[in-house]
């Protein structure tokens, strides 16, 4: 069964920076992609970043410029690191991974923008 934790949510002031963990709970180069959504309140669920196994990056147009994914094989683990935060980033920020489609999903971390 495969598991991934999400950690590192917090309030954050406008302005700042936040880095987002998943570990997963097997080696992230079994899956096809990883990735990151996120969800506000009466919103979709949106993508905003995703790894391929080649390491083939993309990043929504809402947040590009402003946020990084990255990973680390060694610890299973997938980083989005967040700069120049807005109260409009808050949301719940879910890690996400396929295998072909199969989907699998974190259990989502908070993320709150607000002075």
């Known amino acids: 069964q495969v598991q991934l934790v999400e950690s590192g949510g917090g309030l954050v002031q406008p302005g700042g920076s936040l880095t987002l963990s998943c570990e997963a709970s097997?080696?992230?180069?079994?899956?096809?992609?990883m990735g990151w959504f996120r969800q506000s309140p009466g919103k979709e669920r949106e993508l905003i970043a995703t790894?391929?196994?080649?390491?083939?990056?993309h990043y929504a147009d809402s947040v590009k410029g402003r946020i990084t994914i990255s990973r680390d094989g060694d610890r299973k683990t997938v980083y989005l690191f967040m700069n120049n935060l807005k109260p409009e980033d808050t949301a719940v920020y879910y890690c996400?991974?396929?295998?072909?489609?199969?989907?699998?999903w974190g259990q989502g971390t908070q993320v709150t923008v607000a002075s």
């Open positions: 790894i391929n196994v080649g390491g083939r990056i």
């Open positions: 097997e080696n992230i180069f079994n899956f096809n992609s």
């Open positions: 996400h991974a396929n295998i072909l489609s199969r989907q699998y």
